[in-house]
C-alpha cells in the first residue's frame, strides 16, 4: 500500500472513529427536546396560593404554570382549568395550554391538540385519540384547589 492510500484510509476511519458517536447523540429521540415519557398523574390533590410567585403567571387569561406533572391554567374567559402535563398519545411530559382556538392544550412533541374538557382535536397517527386527564379546580379565596 503507498503512502497517499494508506493515509487517506487512515484519514476516513479516523473520521468515522470521530463522528459516529456523535450520531446516536444527535438523532431526534435523545436531543431532549421530547421531554420525559411518565405515568399520568393519579391521586391528584393540591393547592395554589394565586397571591404567591409561583403563581405569578395565574393573574393574567390566558397564563398557565406547571405543577406536580399538571397544567394550571387560568383560561381566556377568567376560569381556571387543569389538565395532565403528560399527553395521552405517547406520554411525554409536554402538554402546554396556548391561546389560540379559544384556548387548547396541546403537546409539540408530536402536535397533538386538545380541548379544555380534554377532548382531542386531531389525530397524530394512526392511533385512536385518547382524551387528555383533566382535573377539578375550585377557588376559594385565594386558594386554588386541583384535585380528582
Do not use: W
Request: charged share 25%; net charge negative.
Amino acid at each position: 500500500m503507498e503512502r497517499k492510500q494508506f493515509l487517506r484510509t487512515l484519514g476516513a476511519g479516523a473520521a468515522f472513529a470521530l463522528t459516529f458517536p456523535c450520531l446516536g447523540g444527535c438523532s431526534s429521540d435523545s436531543d431532549g427536546n421530547e421531554g420525559d415519557k411518565k405515568e399520568i398523574p393519579t391521586g391528584v390533590d393540591f393547592t395554589v396560593d394565586l397571591e404567591s410567585d409561583e403563581a405569578s403567571n395565574l393573574q393574567t387569561n390566558g397564563g398557565f404554570i406547571l405543577k406536580n406533572d399538571v397544567v394550571v391554567v387560568k383560561n381566556l374567559e377568567g376560569e381556571f382549568v387543569a389538565a395532565t402535563q403528560i399527553c395521552s398519545h405517547e406520554n411525554y411530559d409536554q402538554v402546554r395550554f396556548a391561546n389560540v382556538d379559544g384556548g387548547i392544550f396541546y403537546c409539540d412533541v408530536h402536535g397533538s391538540r386538545f380541548s379544555q374538557t380534554g377532548e382531542p382535536l386531531n389525530q397524530v397517527d394512526s392511533k385512536a385519540a385518547k382524551p387528555l386527564k383533566v382535573y377539578q379546580t375550585t377557588l376559594t379565596g385565594s386558594t386554588l384547589r386541583v384535585f380528582e
